[in-house]
């Protein structure tokens, strides 16, 4: 199947552009949920099928080397808002919430005039669904409090995290998730629609984020879908360490994963690919209803995710490492006659850059405590002075399955070609990605770069001490066991949730091992 084949066909009727005679730009911020980086083709993957991410690229420009704030969805999605890190909003897991007089991006481009809207996931946690929307379209999937019951995946319950049966219930079939998808694709095409269509307040730009819940597991794609990749998606190319850190290898006898098994491993990471390529579609579909409303020509479009999968890699899945399959992310910016097409940028970024670059573009007031720094002169200049260098953390606590067997502090930094990772009560992880991007060899005991790895921990406590860190998790471990307890009792209303029905989720049997055909 070509790329041609799988894009949605354009309408012939097309609205006439009108974008350039607004000085500020129409945003289109599209963002994924646990979308590895390396499984696109503008990334180098020539099995996968990513052709709507990869004109998107050709128009634009592709960052090599951008991390997200955290690798795991809330404290991500949340540092992302704000420009701030996990710690400095005590946002730090799943169940945290972010405290709504924290001004956001969408706060900022609200004060500039326009009306940030968001299709689709948000994830965020608390009784504020909004933190600078001004409207929000459909729905999410995830409750809006922890201690109401969580919603049902029917067959594929327990398979969209941490866990062996995320690995045992892959394959073909559906998930709600994606019925959800694309329900806030069509939404996201109507309202592009009605926008295009309008002839009132032309000068006005928008404002529209745009949030799937693909491909994050279950690993479960469409029959049709995962035969396009049945017996094509290699194995992991990363091997497992060997001796493996302490802290990785008490992770995997937590997630129950010591050694996947050969078959559920192929069947996973083969529909994980064909998840990737539905959401591409679903891209696609909206990049399309963008041209077709005539609004293409001065908006500002950003596709990123808001952390990685690492598939098997090192012998790893879903998220929660700092290896490069977790914590880097794709990020792609295109702007017709503003920025340049089709090349690609290697300077160390985050996704707390996003919003300082929407800011930027759009005129808006500056966020005060915001880390996040402007990409759009590095986009137009190809060696701008630029420090490379950020960073990411991992904190937990004993509050849900996921967090493990106990609670952890971690703190990465990338500087330049080292990546160091502070891993608190542990020896640190050190890799040089120039010389060895698959961090297959551990540096951090090497004698001849012991000043590197004293410098970069210097670095990384110097505005984060991990002691006191613990006593807040801890603190705010006691706090949220009242709200929980709370919601448990009272179930508050939900706001802006798509409830799913367990008939939406269906997993057909395996129909023979791989690993098996392979043989024959």
């Known amino acids: 199947m070509t790329g041609s084949e799988m894009r949605t ?27 590895a980086r390396r499984v696109a083709g503008c990334y180098g993957d020539s099995v996968a099928q990513t052709p709507n991410i990869d004109r998107l690229a050709a128009r634009g420009v592709c ?30 897991t799943l169940q945290d919430h972010l405290s709504s007089d924290r001004p956001t991006w969408m706060h900022a481009l609200g004060a500039a005039g326009y009306r940030p809207t968001l299709a689709g996931r948000m994830h965020a946690v608390g009784p504020d669904q909004m933190h600078g929307f001004v409207e929000r379209l459909g729905g999410d999937a995830g409750p809006n409090w922890p201690g109401v019951p969580a919603q049902s995946l029917g ?17 073909t079939g559906r998930s709600g998730y994606q019925t959800v998808d694309e329900e806030t694709a069509a939404i996201a095409c109507d309202w592009l629609a009605n926008k295009g269509a309008e002839t009132t307040k032309e000068s006005d730009p928008f404002c529209l984020m745009v949030g799937f819940l693909l491909p994050h597991c279950p690993f479960v794609a469409d029959p049709a879908d995962y035969a396009v990749f049945d017996g094509k998606v290699p ?35 083969t529909a994980y690919y064909a998840l990737v390529m539905r959401m591409d579609r679903l891209i696609g579909t909206v990049l399309d209803a963008l041209e077709r409303a005539g609004l293409d020509d001065n908006t500002l479009i950003i596709y990123c995710s808001d952390h990685g999968e690492q598939i098997g890699e090192h012998g790893h899945w879903w998220k929660n490492t700092f290896y490069e399959d977790s914590v880097a992310v794709p990020l792609i910016m295109s702007w017709p006659g503003r920025l340049p ?35 759009l002169k590095l986009c137009k200049t190809p060696v701008p002075r630029w420090e490379n260098v950020t960073f990411s953390e991992y904190v937990t606590d004993t509050t849900a ?24 009560g542990y020896e640190p992880l050190l890799f040089d990605l120039e010389t060895d991007p698959g961090e297959t ?80």
Not at 70 to 84: D, L
Not at 155 to 171: F, H, I, M, V, Y
Not at 237 to 264: N, Y
Request: aromatic share 6%.
């Open 63 to 92: 960052f090599d080397t951008t991390y997200c704030p955290s690798p795991i969805c809330v404290p991500s999605r949340m540092s992302a808002f704000t420009g701030q890190y996990p710690h400095e909003q005590r946002c730090w």
């Open 401 to 424: 399955n996921w967090c493990g067997s106990e609670p952890t502090r971690q703190r990465m930094i990338r500087k330049g070609r080292y990546k160091l990772i502070y891993i608190d």
């Open 341 to 375: 097409q089709g090349v690609r940028r290697a300077q160390v970024t985050n996704l707390i850059d996003v919003g300082a670059t929407l800011i930027d573009a759009a005129g808006a007031p500056p966020l005060p405590a915001s880390h996040g720094r402007s990409l």
């Open 441 to 520: 060899c551990d540096l951090a005991a090497d004698p001849d770069l012991a000043d590197i790895r004293s410098q970069l921990t210097a670095e990384v406590l110097e505005t984060w001490d991990p002691t006191r860190i613990a006593q807040d998790v801890r603190n705010r471990e006691r706090e949220k066991a009242i709200l929980h307890e709370w919601a448990s009792q009272t179930r508050p209303e939900q706001q802006y949730v798509r409830r799913l029905e367990p008939s939406e989720s269906w997993l057909e049997p395996p129909s023979s091992g791989i690993a098996a055909r392979k043989q024959k």
């Open 155 to 171: 067959p594929l319950a327990w398979a969209q995290g941490p866990g062996p049966t995320s690995l045992k219930r892959s394959g």
């Open 9 to 35: 066909p354009r309408s012939s009727t097309r609205t006439p552009r009108r974008g350039r005679k607004n000085k500020r730009p129409n945003i289109l911020y599209i963002m994924s949920d646990q979308h």
């Open 235 to 269: 194995p992991p190319s990363l091997p497992m360490a060997d001796p493996e850190h302490p802290w990785l290898v008490r992770w995997r006898r937590d997630c129950g994963v010591g050694k996947a098994d050969v078959d559920d491993m192929m069947r996973a990471r």
